[in-house]
């Protein structure tokens, strides 16, 4: 098989060849540039970038060239509270902002070896930027701040229908009269449609980029407090266009940083003498082929998710050498594969790029020298039509290197995951009887169809018989169980927790036993004074994103504490519960940051 490592040197002649709404708008804004104080980019790709993107481009552009013109744009839409008016020069401000944003785009794609594309903006018939107003009736005090984001993207969907737009099939801005801190600040989205949302300051623009002058701003100057919030702007946007978190490569740091990692750090800082910020290679990839850039839109009869006709993993120094055949209708233009380390909520996830060939097939080195412990390999299959496959594994590096073998039980479990996620479980325990697994791997698939526990069912602790020593909480019928967001489990996670495994994957643990929840939450039982011992094992699994605080508590006394559980990390403890009537075991979030913040007690196990 032919490695994907060396690609023809094409020159991307295309700069004024090829044609979109965004681009035909990028070109009539050229000479206002200044007006919106536009960015010059700091970032050198390698030919080798260029190469691959003029490699791609020819796929994507054969592909789509007869698709219909695709008409999607980005509205935006300006949101205020009952006691919060719009901000001074509020449509002026954003008008620099999105343009200012939309030029960065453009610029990046072109150095990155692409047509200069871009996401169209609806304009008036002066070439401002339209935007909408919306009104939400409430007051601050009325939400708290993980519920702002609804109400808002109510009220601005509403504005947007009233003008004819469907939110559904287009891409939204949404800017909050709200406090940062209070406000929503993120965003999502598909090759079809895509929210994000942003908060509001009456300092906020393009043209405050520069200054160095210290004021009473979160971020100390002017110029730096505009850094972040328009790089924040810029990075939200990746999200509202179906971009992950990448970071910023080891080898560019005195270089520009990547958008998608912490370049909302550096955004215009080049405009006082800083780095800059850049779109990666992998993220152009990404972006080349949606029909909001690429302006073309077509579709297929009886389209395909992209997937593995086959895949390998190799050991080698530092990571693993992948080879394999993808599949899909459409057809794979490229390969996009994510190092994700645990936690971090895949802010240090570094990529590695591939080409298929003509068959399918690809080849493609994926390392991470100083990285050990847990990580997640994600595998984003891109196809020509803007949209993609997303196949993850997780996995372990250890100093002896990385053992690939969960990669092809993950393939053999496929369809039982595929069901397992959807929440099926006639079809999944069906497909699962199909697999001649190991016992081990059989069991943990079955578990993963439990149903959700409330806490009923099961040995109750205070009257087990008294020859009875042990009993395992997992088999333990409990008086109260909470969990933050969904049910709590016994021996399974939540299969709508955006992960791929039922089994809380653990570094340096082999669980047996567990009980799931989602922090903030807690299990309580009655022990009823006839126990003497807990053992077990509080943790935070790899398919967490954020950390969090866990406690044991019997009869209202803290026995255990522990120190912030970051993804991958787990405490064991040995307790004496002596004479306990009532044990509780909770978990705690840090701060506001509860988003899969999931909760395991492992393995815990009651003796006398």
């Known amino acids: 098989m032919k490695k994907i490592i060396l690609f023809l040197s094409v020159a991307p002649l295309w700069g004024f060849a090829y044609e979109t709404p965004a681009t035909r708008q990028v070109a009539q804004l050229k000479p206002q540039r200044p007006a919106f104080n536009a960015l010059v980019n700091q970032h050198t790709f390698t030919q080798a970038d260029r190469d691959l993107a003029a490699n791609a481009w020819k796929t994507i552009s054969a592909w789509q060239a007869d698709g219909k013109a695709d008409t999607r744009k980005l509205h935006v839409v300006y949101v205020s509270l009952r006691e919060r008016p719009p901000l001074a020069d509020y449509k002026g401000r954003l008008d620099r902002t999105v343009k200012n944003i939309q030029a960065f785009y453009s610029d990046q794609m072109a150095a990155n070896g692409y047509p200069p594309l871009t996401f169209a903006l609806d304009l008036d018939a002066n070439g401002n930027t339209v935007v909408h107003d919306a009104f939400l009736d409430a007051a601050l005090a009325d939400y708290t701040k993980p519920a702002f984001g609804d109400p808002t993207r109510r009220a601005a969907d509403a504005a947007l229908r009233k003008a004819g737009i469907d939110p559904d099939r287009d891409y939204t801005l949404i800017v909050c009269q709200i406090p940062d801190g209070l406000g929503p600040y993120y965003g999502s989205g598909s090759s079809v449609n895509g929210r994000c949302w942003t908060c509001d300051a009456a300092h906020i623009d393009p043209l405050n980029l520069a200054p160095e002058t210290p004021g009473p701003y979160r971020f100390k100057t002017l110029g730096y407090d505009n850094t972040v919030y328009l790089g924040g702007t810029a990075h939200e946007l ?78 080698v120094k530092d990571g693993l050498a992948i080879t394999g055949r993808v599949a899909g209708n459409p057809p794979v233009y490229g390969i996009v594969a994510y190092f994700d380390p645990a936690g971090g909520n895949d802010y240090d996830a570094s990529s590695t790029l591939a080409l298929p060939e003509a068959d399918g097939s690809f080849a493609m080195t994926v390392t991470r020298p100083r990285h050990t412990g847990l990580f997640t390999l994600r595998f984003v299959l891109l196809q020509v039509d803007g949209t993609f496959a997303t196949h993850a594994f997780t996995l372990d590096k250890t100093p002896a290197g990385i053992d690939p073998a969960p990669i092809q039980e993950a393939l053999v479990f496929a369809d039982v995951a595929r069901f397992w996620k959807a929440g099926n479980r006639k079809a999944g325990l069906a497909a699962l009887a199909q697999i001649n697994a190991a016992p081990r791997s059989a069991a943990i ?31 333990a019928k409990a008086t109260r169980v909470t969990s933050g967001w969904g049910p709590a489990y016994r021996d399974t996670i939540n299969p709508h927790a955006g992960v791929s495994h039922p089994f809380p994957l653990i570094s340096g643990h082999a669980v047996s036993r567990f009980l799931y929840t989602h922090t903030p939450g807690s299990f309580t039982f009655n022990l ?79 003796t006398r």
Not at 542 to 564: C, H, Y
Request: aromatic content about 6%; overall charge negative; glycine content about 10%.
């Open 445 to 475: 698939w079955k578990n993963g169809f439990n149903p959700p526990w409330n806490g009923s069912a099961g040995l109750d602790p205070a009257t087990c018989p008294p020859e009875q020593k042990s009993l395992s909480l997992a088999e």
């Open 238 to 315: 990746g999200h509202c266009f179906s971009l992950p978190h990448t970071m910023t490569p080891p080898g560019s740091r005195d270089g520009a940083a990547s958008i998608m990692g912490n370049g909302n750090y550096h955004y215009g800082s080049e405009k006082r003498g800083g780095k800059g910020a850049c779109l990666l290679p992998s993220d152009a990839l990404r972006l080349a082929a949606i029909p909001l850039f690429s302006g073309k839109e077509k579709t297929v009869e009886n389209p395909a998710p992209a997937t593995f006709a086959a895949l390998a993993a190799e050991p």
């Open 528 to 606: 009823g004074g006839a126990w003497t011992t807990f053992t077990g094992l509080l943790a935070s699994p790899a398919q967490a994103d954020a950390s969090f605080i866990m406690s044991v508590i019997a009869d209202g006394r803290e026995l255990l504490k522990t120190d912030p559980l970051k993804p991958g990390a787990a405490q064991p403890f040995t307790l004496d519960v002596t004479g306990a009537s009532t044990l509780e075991i909770r978990s705690a979030a840090i701060g506001d940051k509860i988003s899969n913040a999931l909760a395991i007690l492992a393995d815990p196990v009651l």
